[in-house]
């Protein structure tokens, strides 16, 4: 009797793509539900649960294989890391960005201003000096943008991210809504 290369190469490899799927939609669907996507979410749970199941039921099929093991193992790590890969590549939600500058910010505050990235900027008191801070409110897609050239206009700026989960009002350039804020409109509380 030969090599079952079905059994020991196609099934593994089946159990290994359903697993990076499965976890991949199940990265989304934490970060659409944790960004105010909750029409999306649960229909990204239908499919990550789907899938699941699938890749369960092989691997309770061929409990004499360890590659089916390894695959739905590895196939979990694998999903995990693409799964963060792709939520770096939709960019989606809001950060507020928060810049200490010791000097020279006109050039940078300027570029805001150009680009229409609504900012706050109030005076500060540092450790050694007096500084200025700014606040932005910007949609992550820009961020890279912001960063860039913050970074050639006052490369010494200290500077934190954070997360938003909403945001009321503000300032942002025109045409930032996003295939995901078009088509599945984020839940808002009304006040």
Do not use: Q
Request: aromatic share 14%; charged share 20%.
């Amino acid at each position: 009797m030969g090599f079952d290369f079905f059994s020991w190469v196609i099934v593994p490899l089946l159990i290994f793509i359903a697993r990076v799927m499965d976890v991949s939609l199940g990265t989304l669907r934490f970060i659409f539900l944790s960004k105010g996507y909750r029409k999306l979410a649960p229909l990204l749970g239908f499919l990550e649960v789907l899938i699941w199941v699938i890749a369960v039921r092989e691997v309770l099929l061929n409990l004499r294989n360890i590659a089916c093991f390894l695959a739905y193992g590895a196939g979990f790590a694998a999903g995990n890391y693409v799964g963060m890969w792709l939520e770096e590549k939709l960019s989606i939600g809001t950060v507020l960005l928060r810049v200490v500058m010791r000097n020279s910010y006109a050039a940078f505050t300027e570029f805001m201003k150009e680009n229409n990235y609504g900012y706050t900027l109030v005076d500060g008191e540092g450790t050694v000096e007096r500084v200025k801070i700014l606040f932005s409110v910007l949609k992550r897609k820009n961020l890279n943008h912001v960063l860039a050239t913050l970074s050639r206009a006052n490369p010494r700026a200290f500077y934190t991210i954070e997360t938003i989960r909403s945001v009321g009002e503000g300032i942002f350039p025109s045409g930032e809504d996003g295939v995901f804020s078009r088509l599945f409109r984020k839940h808002r509380k009304s006040k």
